[in-house]
C-alpha cells in the first residue's frame, strides 16, 4: 500500500440497478486507485464490478429497483477488503463454486462463472447469511499478491 496511516474503511449505497454500476466505479476508483499497487486495483475493480452485477442481476432479480445494495471498501494493513450486502435469497458459495468447476468445459453454459472469475481475482473469498435477512460476499486482496 502507498500510504502509512492505519486503516481507512468506505461505504456507499446505491439502488438495485446496473445504471448505478457508473456511481460504484467513480467511489472505487477514486479511493483505492491512489492508494494500492495499479494491478491490484484493476483486480479488485474487476471482481467487484463481477459481484455488483451479481446482486442485481441474481440476488435482488424479484426486489424492487429502491431495494439497497450496500458496498465497503477497508484498506488495512495487509490487505484490501471488499464487501457487497445483499437482499436476496442466501446460497452456499462452495457448492456454487464447485458446480461451476464441474461446468467449466461446457460450452453450453453461458453464464454462471462469475463466482469463478472473482474468486481467481481476489485471495479470499466467503459469503455470509446473515441473521438480519441480508448477505454478505467478503472479497479480500493482498496487497503482496498483486504485484
Not at 80 to 105: H, N, P, V
Request: a neutral charge; charged letters at 25%.
Amino acid at each position: 500500500m502507498k500510504t502509512n496511516s492505519q486503516f481507512k474503511q468506505y461505504h456507499l449505497q446505491v439502488n438495485t440497478e446496473l445504471e448505478a454500476l457508473k456511481e460504484v466505479l467513480q467511489w472505487f476508483e477514486g479511493l483505492v486507485f491512489p492508494l494500492v499497487p495499479q494491478k491490484m486495483g484493476w483486480q479488485c475493480e474487476v471482481a467487484l464490478v463481477e459481484a455488483f452485477t451479481n446482486a442485481v442481476r441474481h440476488a435482488h432479480c424479484n426486489l424492487p429497483q429502491s431495494t439497497p445494495i450496500d458496498l465497503e471498501v477497508e484498506l488495512l494493513p495487509n490487505f484490501l477488503e471488499m464487501r457487497i450486502w445483499d437482499r436476496g435469497r442466501s446460497f452456499d458459495l462452495d457448492a456454487k463454486l464447485l458446480k461451476g468447476e464441474q461446468e467449466a468445459g461446457s460450452m453450453d453454459k453461458e453464464g454462471g462463472r462469475g463466482l469463478q472469475f472473482i474468486k481467481k481475482l481476489t485471495d479470499e473469498l466467503q459469503y455470509l447469511n446473515l441473521p438480519n435477512h441480508r448477505n454478505c460476499l467478503v472479497m479480500r486482496k493482498k496487497y503482496a499478491s498483486s504485484i
